[in-house]
């Protein structure tokens, strides 16, 4: 069976994505956020966390199969001061670190679209130092149907003395699902105006209807509800909104950071295919 390792784990979603692709299962996750150790912990009790990605000793860490990384991307987003490789929060370096011990068979990384511009030049030079051949796409959570941009760079990197893995390259709808006989109607209800056919579109590629948004607090003001964005992420109901003990501010965070899986996974699908024919014979 595939084992997957991941790192800087958040909710997993690049891991969903790595197991719709490459089937398995997560061997080991490594997060220091309060939020998604509760998350990952819930839906993988099985794998240890193994903590701060700057301390792990990996040589004492079981090798993977793939490993994933969604690393932070302050360091490179435009919403930050874009540092990039001099701010401390830069865990590249760290990362390489566990790819030179593990040799994992594939690599599946997550930034921010900015990264092309700022730092990516040091991974895309260490990855291929290391051996490894490389692809990189910026895929948008529009492209496969969602209501939002979110544009994000994807790598993905395979070891060039093995075999570049196929995985399952047929997976669910890359684009606005089309209900195959018409017959589908959802529908909440609510008056999304100008929105209404972005938020139909995903409703159908999901199968489930939109969330309410907002709610309205004492003062008048209207803020947004997890279970909305967690629609918004391509989650499945519940799958971080309704997690015990979690804040709703704890909710958010975790799913703004989070990696939409359908997107990660429709990137993997353009980006194995390149590897397969581009490694020597
Ligand atoms: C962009 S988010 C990851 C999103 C995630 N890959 C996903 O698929 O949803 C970055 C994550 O890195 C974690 N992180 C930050 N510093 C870390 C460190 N030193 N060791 C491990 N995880 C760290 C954060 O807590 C956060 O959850």
Redesign the pocket.
Same mark, same amino acid.
């Given at each position: 069976m595939t084992t997957i390792g991941? !790192?800087?784990?958040? !909710? +997993?979603?690049? =891991?969903l994505a790595a197991v719709d692709v490459f089937g398995g299962q997560l061997a080991w996750w490594? =997060?220091? =956020?309060p939020a998604?150790v509760t998350v990952m912990t819930a839906y993988h009790p099985h794998a240890p966390n193994l +903590? =701060?990605?700057?301390t792990v000793e990996w040589q004492n860490v079981p090798p993977v199969d793939v490993l994933?990384? +969604?690393?932070?991307?302050q360091p490179f987003s435009h919403a930050g001061r874009r540092r990039g490789t001099e701010d401390p929060?830069h865990?590249w370096p760290?990362i390489a670190r566990a790819v030179r011990v593990l040799r994992p068979r594939v690599i599946v990384l997550?930034n921010v679209a900015g990264h092309l511009k700022r730092g990516a030049g040091d991974v895309f030079a260490d990855l291929a130092e290391g051996g490894y051949l490389f692809a990189w796409a910026v895929v948008s959570a529009g492209d496969v149907g969602a209501p939002h941009v979110r544009r994000r760079l994807f790598v993905v990197a395979a070891d060039t003395a093995r075999d570049v893995p196929r995985g399952r390259l047929v997976g669910g709808p890359p684009g606005r699902a089309q209900p195959s006989d018409g017959d589908i109607t959802l529908g909440g209800g609510l008056d999304w105006g100008k929105y209404t056919d972005a938020v139909r579109g995903w409703e159908h590629a999901l199968g489930r209807v939109a969330p309410v948004p907002s709610f309205e607090t004492d003062r008048g003001t209207h803020l947004l509800t997890a279970p909305f964005v967690e629609w918004l992420m391509g989650l499945a109901p519940g799958y971080v909104a309704d997690m015990p003990g979690l804040s709703r501010a704890q909710k958010l965070r975790?799913l703004g950071? +989070?990696?939409v899986p359908q997107q990660?996974a429709l990137a993997l699908r353009l980006l194995l295919p390149q590897l397969a024919s581009a490694q020597p014979a």
């Open positions: 991941s !790192l800087c784990s958040g !909710l +997993g979603g690049l =891991d490594a =997060d220091i =956020d998604a +903590g =701060d990605v700057r994933c990384a +969604g690393y932070p991307c929060r865990l760290w997550e975790l950071n +989070g990696v990660a």
